[in-house]
């Protein structure tokens, strides 16, 4: 079997495993930031890929750690619909920050190299594989959060001063409350094997250079 074909099956083995601990009530977070973290080793001299993940790490135990917090201050002291909302609203703020780091990724990562070799600087200023198809899914991902807070506030209308009247025709309104959960995770999944085939590409592109350059020796 050809390599590409195995690291294929991994990731998707990799990816059911995060639906399955997920649909066991375990934290797809957790095994989110464990995979994104393994990779990151594997990914050795892919720069601009190492930076994306060391991103994505990093926001995604700030938000762990963010609702961790959050859920034993609001949850029971506040009504549902202010703290979906909130919720709703959190994720929405940290993929579009996300969005923000992938748009200006040669800026932040010139800023935090500094003057280096020119050869980082000229790795810093390629197009990554991996930027256009993340900026895809993380646009999905901020319309999948924006779905979910107008769903929440809809179906919760009599909390933000509309009569009791009005807006009990929209408390039946939970297409999306129940599917957030499965598709934002189904999207984790998305960027677990985009980032595993980004790898896999650069790692070939360095083999195959290789014996170029010793025979240029």
């Not at 780091?101 to 932040?108: A, D, M, P, S």
């Not at 980082?120 to 924006?146: H, N, Q, W």
């Amino acid at each position: 079997m050809k390599p590409f074909y195995k690291l294929l099956i991994i990731t998707i083995v990799i990816s059911l495993f995060i639906v399955e601990f997920f649909a066991a009530g375990l934290s797809h977070q957790i095994i989110f930031v464990l995979t994104l973290s393994a990779f990151y080793i594997y990914a050795k001299g892919s720069l601009n890929i190492r930076y994306l993940l060391a991103v994505f790490i990093s926001i995604s135990l700030v938000e762990m750690f963010l609702f961790f917090g959050l859920k034993f201050i609001v949850v029971g002291n506040v009504a549902r619909a202010y703290s979906n909302s909130l919720f709703y609203l959190i994720h929405l703020v940290i993929d579009l920050s996300l969005i923000g780091v992938l748009r200006n990724r040669q800026v932040f990562q010139l800023k935090w190299y500094g003057d280096k070799e020119p050869k980082i600087t000229a790795k810093i200023l390629e197009r990554s594989l991996i930027d256009a198809p993340m900026y895809g899914l993380l646009i999905i991902f901020c319309f999948v959060d924006t779905a979910g807070l107008a769903e929440n506030v809809i179906r919760n209308l009599e909390h933000f001063g509309f009569s009791e009247e009005f807006a009990k025709p929209f408390w039946s309104w939970d297409f999306v409350f129940y599917l957030y959960s499965p598709v934002k995770t189904v999207l984790m999944c998305f960027v677990v094997m985009l980032f595993f085939a980004a790898i896999y590409i650069e790692r070939s592109k360095a083999k195959r250079a290789a014996p170029t350059l010793v025979e240029q020796r």
